[in-house]
């Protein structure tokens, strides 16, 4: 065809130039001739022109079926691939399966990346972490806008910071995967990636709630919340993928019991608990506070430092070892904040009633619940030990935190937590609490960390007029968190200002803030002040299935649980093996990181 096609095109113009010059000699017999033959030769050219582009038309039809074929083919070979049925079946244990798999299953060459589960686990968290840093931006966007109020510019900083704390969390999960295998059957390294996944869907939820405050900042949250519950979502499959894949590990582990669990405290002198265990020169040296301060902070200028921001600022970043703050008696008003790389710090006050940091910022007066706190305690391995952290906003103030932690393995002993509303917000990861004062009205204590107060005085305080007094409000969100508050062997009370009227105002051990709402008092003695309901319902029926509410073996007016609320998530726990399981050796890992830090402490029951 391209040689006729050629022949023709050559000729045409020759054609037209005869035709054109000798169009007044039409009658010439040779030229007629000419003209009939070339016509013959075009009708020839026509027809296998024809014949040809049909022929193409043809092929094309065909080539355009094989292309259309080939992604089809191409999708059906992926999911017959090991790699799908991988990625199908640790999806399937989610909570959101679909988007689990979505988000799978575009990733390029997921195929070849997706070799056993723990690829399946870290391409999702490396998935999650893109979205989160996307998100960052869309924050950090924000944050350029002129009409901002000052509570949404504090909230806004506020979702940054979690979101650095979340992409560390992330990283750190990474790094476990990678040694994963080598430790199977290692309790803490369970412990450890369940302990950041939970922490790391918190922080999603805690960033949408500094935008509940008032109208406009509902209006600013809807720009960010699309994003906010995107990271959580994928924050939730990773963590049920972890779940699932250590789940096996955790119930033999579990069947391996400690042999400290069954150690009983016996009291000592100032009624300080110790375990027997704890030998006679480690108490001495407890209770003789003999630890040696690294810097010391002292109001009147004794010391190194004059306030304890000023020492916390000087202290070493990502301290591997102990930096130990003493803080001279006095009072000390400012906040103070321990970020996340400030590890290792502790504070060592003078004492409960005479070491006291404190400082007035609330919700009433602008800020968000999460940094109205007086301090925040969020670099790992936070210890404090003879201080009281007070928020003295006063009852008016809403939502005002005397101590907010979020540092993961911390521990405090003798220390007092006083405010109203939101007392100690234990946000998130896992926290030991032991001799310690808690006094507060609404939520008092409140976040979604995994922790544990043990031989704790927890007062309830009187509040403004038509309020009501709830000990807890735990913020679980997702089934699989780990997380929790526990109560145990300590004391529910009132103040001394709500005593002579406690009759005018209800007190319940609890209400439920989020879905999975998780709260559990065990071998504790509690007082008249709690309402024989025992515990409040948040709104409607809200959470009243999925919460977990439990109570064990408690003594006190306040104890009598024959008229306790009826929900279905509520139960009176009647088995020890159930209530071994929130424990500070099973629910917050107690036995591996807590010899450390020298406090008295009881693994079991």
């Known amino acids: 065809m391209l040689a006729i096609s050629k022949t023709f095109i050559q000729k045409l113009p020759l054609f037209y130039t005869s035709l054109h010059s000798s169009s007044h000699h039409l009658h010439n017999k040779h030229l007629l001739a000419e003209m009939a033959n070339f016509g013959k030769k075009i009708n020839i050219f026509l027809k296998k022109f024809a014949?040809?582009?049909?022929?193409?038309?043809a092929m094309a039809i065909v080539v355009v079926g094989v292309n259309s074929e080939t992604?089809?083919?191409?999708?059906?070979?992926?999911?017959?691939?090991?790699?799908?049925?991988m990625v199908k079946s640790s999806c399937s244990v989610t909570l959101h399966p679909d988007l689990c798999y979505s988000t799978l299953s575009n990733i390029p060459e997921m195929t070849q990346k997706v070799k056993s589960q723990h690829d399946v686990i870290r391409l999702a968290i490396n998935s999650t972490k893109e979205i989160v840093e996307r998100n960052y931006f869309s924050i950090k966007k924000l944050t350029s806008r002129t009409d901002l109020t000052k509570r949404e510019k504090i909230a806004l900083h506020d979702c940054l910071v979690m979101v650095a704390d979340t992409l560390q969390d992330l990283n750190q999960v990474i790094g476990y995967l990678e040694t994963y295998p080598a430790k199977k059957g290692n309790r803490k390294h369970?412990?450890?990636?369940?302990?950041?996944?939970?922490?790391?869907?918190?922080?999603?939820?805690?960033?949408?709630?500094?935008?509940?405050?008032?109208?406009?900042?509902?209006?600013?949250?809807?720009?960010?919340?699309?994003?906010?519950?995107?990271?959580?979502?994928?924050?939730?499959?990773?963590?049920?993928?972890?779940?699932?894949?250590?789940?096996?590990d955790m119930i033999m582990t579990n069947q391996v019991k400690n042999k400290n669990n069954k150690r009983k405290l016996t009291e000592e002198d100032e009624n300080v608990n110790w375990p027997e265990w704890l030998s006679a020169g480690d108490r001495k040296l407890l209770q003789s506070g003999t630890t040696t301060p690294n810097v010391t902070v002292a109001a009147d200028g004794s010391g190194d430092f004059t306030t304890v921001s000023a020492a916390v600022a000087a202290a070493p970043n990502r301290s591997s070892t102990r930096y130990v703050i003493g803080i001279?008696?006095?009072?000390?008003?400012?906040?103070?904040?321990?970020?996340?790389?400030?590890?290792?710090?502790?504070?060592?006050?003078?004492?409960?009633?005479?070491?006291?940091?404190?400082?007035?910022?609330?919700?009433?007066?602008?800020?968000?619940?999460?940094?109205?706190?007086?301090?925040?305690?969020?670099?790992?391995g936070f210890l404090a030990r003879d201080i009281t952290f007070q928020n003295s906003a006063g009852p008016s103030g809403d939502q005002a935190v005397a101590i907010r932690v979020g540092s993961d393995e911390s521990a405090f002993y003798r220390c007092g937590m006083i405010a109203y509303q939101d007392t100690l917000y234990v946000h998130s990861n896992r926290q030991f609490y032991v001799n310690c004062y808690i006094a507060g009205t609404v939520d008092f204590i409140f976040g979604n960390a995994a922790a544990v107060l043990q031989d704790c005085d927890i007062n309830a305080r009187r509040p403004n007029p038509n309020q009501r007094n709830m000990v807890t409000a735990q913020g679980r969100t997702d089934p699989n968190q780990n997380t929790g508050i526990v109560i145990q062997k300590s004391r529910i009370g009132a103040t001394s200002d709500l005593l002579p009227v406690q009759a005018n105002f209800e007190t319940y051990l609890g209400r439920p803030w989020r879905n999975f709402s998780r709260t559990v008092v065990m071998q504790s003695t509690i007082s008249d002040v709690i309402n024989p309901a025992g515990w409040y319902p948040w709104s409607g029926d809200f959470a009243l299935a999925t919460l977990y509410y439990g109570e064990y073996q408690n003594t006190g007016a306040g104890a009598n649980t024959s008229n306790r609320v009826t929900w279905p998530g509520y139960r009176v726990i009647?088995?020890?093996?159930?209530?071994?399981?929130?424990?500070?050796?099973?629910?917050?890992?107690?036995?591996?990181w807590l010899p450390d830090t020298d406090f008295p402490f009881l693994l079991g029951l």
């Open 328 to 380: 001279k008696a006095g009072v000390y008003r400012e906040n103070v904040d321990v970020s996340s790389n400030k590890r290792n710090i502790m504070f060592l006050g003078a004492g409960r009633m005479t070491t006291i940091i404190t400082a007035n910022r609330s919700v009433a007066g602008g800020d968000t619940t999460f940094n109205s706190a007086t301090v925040i305690a969020v670099g790992p």
């Open 71 to 85: 992604p089809k083919t191409y999708s059906d070979n992926i999911k017959s691939s090991t790699a799908h049925t």
């Open 51 to 57: 014949s040809m582009l049909h022929i193409l038309v």
């Open 190 to 248: 369970m412990h450890d990636m369940l302990t950041l996944m939970s922490t790391a869907l918190t922080n999603q939820d805690t960033c949408i709630d500094g935008f509940s405050h008032g109208k406009q900042d509902k209006k600013l949250r809807e720009s960010l919340v699309n994003g906010e519950t995107h990271a959580g979502k994928l924050c939730s499959n990773s963590l049920a993928m972890i779940k699932n894949m250590t789940e096996t």
């Open 574 to 592: 009647t088995r020890a093996t159930e209530a071994q399981q929130f424990t500070v050796g099973d629910f917050i890992d107690g036995g591996s």
